[in-house]
């Protein structure tokens, strides 16, 4: 029987990943984090599931090695990412298991990439197997339908930030993971060229809103894939308050440790103010003498409570392609080796998605 190993079964993302791989019936599951009881506890909530947990701490080799011995699949639901890197999934493919990682960006796959262990021409390691990075470079490829001349993306909204995705918002920053005011014009980055929306309206978030340009890494990869003449990136706060507490700790340096606490803090604030949501919004704007029609949408919207829960559901989905067989051995995006229509079909069934609309 397949085995899958969730590794950071545990956690806020791991749960869920736990919870849809039992309900999809994918195979045995192997609950891994530090502390065993919290990895017991999640499988005893989930009695249907054939689950066992395991005592792991990623960062001891021989102990990682015996969590991925037996695996068919490796799905990393632990961070941060940033120190994570590829060493899990390297430790996975040795074992010869496919490897799913909810977070990494492109520095994760280009350190695989940068000496990639032979099992890479058998098996298969998808980075950014979530929510963003995840679908926000997935789902914008369903309105590329013929040639774009702009597409605007927009992520955000009020959500928690748990400590490991807070660490790694302040320390995932660099051309490795993107360009603050940026934008994609032409086949290349224009450094300096958007400035913050603030105070905005826009379609499937509450109330004005800030909008801060951020080409990541992910998108303009997206752009260049997709040809489009111009693409502007934006993260949507409901306040100000995250993109403040971020600048300040940027701004005073120090072990990012340190700064954690204000900027879950900030997260915390803005559910205050609206309730949590979390909105994916994408426009396009076709090619001059494109033309329109009910098969040429131009807008996508998607919406969730909870954008953590549901980076693992686009995980667990990411563990179900691999086991049918249709995403090719190496490393890659899971934006770039999905299928968007797929993806979005069943996200449109899952109750995490509380909006799901393509026009
Ligand atoms: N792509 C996206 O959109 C997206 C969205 C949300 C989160 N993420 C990423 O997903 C990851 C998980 O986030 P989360 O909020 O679910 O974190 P979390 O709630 O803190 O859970 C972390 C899990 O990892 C385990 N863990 C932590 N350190 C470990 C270690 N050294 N060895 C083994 N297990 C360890 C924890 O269990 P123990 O403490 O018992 O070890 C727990 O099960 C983060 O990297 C985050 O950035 C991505």
């Known amino acids: 029987m397949t085995v899958i190993g969730v590794l950071g079964g545990s956690g806020t993302v791991g749960r869920v990943v736990v919870d849809r791989l039992t309900e999809y019936g994918l195979g045995r599951l192997r609950v891994g984090g530090r502390d065993l009881d919290r990895a017991a506890a999640v499988c005893r909530a989930f009695p249907q599931a054939t689950a066992e947990p395991m005592r ?19 799905v990393n639901c632990a961070g941060p990412s940033y120190q994570v890197l590829d060493a899990v999934a390297r430790v996975a493919l040795a074992a ?18 940068s000496a990639p262990p032979p099992e890479l021409d058998e098996r298969a390691a998808v980075f950014s197997a979530g929510l963003m990075p995840g679908l926000s470079g997935l789902l914008p490829r369903l309105l590329a339908t013929g040639p774009l001349a702009r597409l605007d993306v927009y992520v955000g909204g009020a959500a928690r930030i748990g400590e490991l995705s807070a660490v790694d918002a302040l320390l995932t920053r660099g051309p490795q993971f993107g360009t603050a005011l940026a934008v994609w014009r032409d086949g290349r980055i224009v450094p300096g060229a958007l400035a913050p929306l603030r105070a905005v309206t826009l379609p499937g978030f509450r109330g004005r809103v800030h909008a801060w340009p951020f080409l990541s890494v992910e998108t303009a990869r997206l752009a260049a894939d997709l040809g489009v003449g111009e693409l502007r990136n934006y993260t949507v706060y409901v306040t100000e308050a995250i993109p403040r507490a971020l600048a300040a700790a940027w701004a005073d340096g120090g072990p990012a440790e340190r700064h954690v606490p204000a900027v879950v803090a900030a997260a915390d604030a803005d559910i205050a103010a609206t309730g949590p949501y979390y909105t994916l919004l994408f426009q396009a704007v076709p090619a001059p003498g494109q033309p329109a029609g009910p098969d040429r949408p131009r807008r996508l919207l998607l919406q969730t409570p909870d954008s953590y ?3 693992g559901v686009v995980a667990a989905i990411t563990v179900g392609e691999l086991l049918e067989g249709r995403i090719k051995p190496g490393a890659r995006a899971a934006a770039e080796c999905l299928d968007a229509a797929d993806v979005f079909a069943r996200l449109t069934g899952d109750p995490l998605v509380t909006a799901a609309e393509l026009h």
Do not use: K, M, W
């Open 96 to 113: 010869g298991a496919h490897y799913v990682d909810a977070a990494g960006d492109l520095a994760a796959i280009d350190a695989l990439e």
């Open 309 to 311: 829960a549901l980076s």
């Open 56 to 74: 792991v701490d990623l960062h001891d080799p021989q102990n990682l090695r015996e969590f991925c011995t037996g695996c068919d699949v490796v």
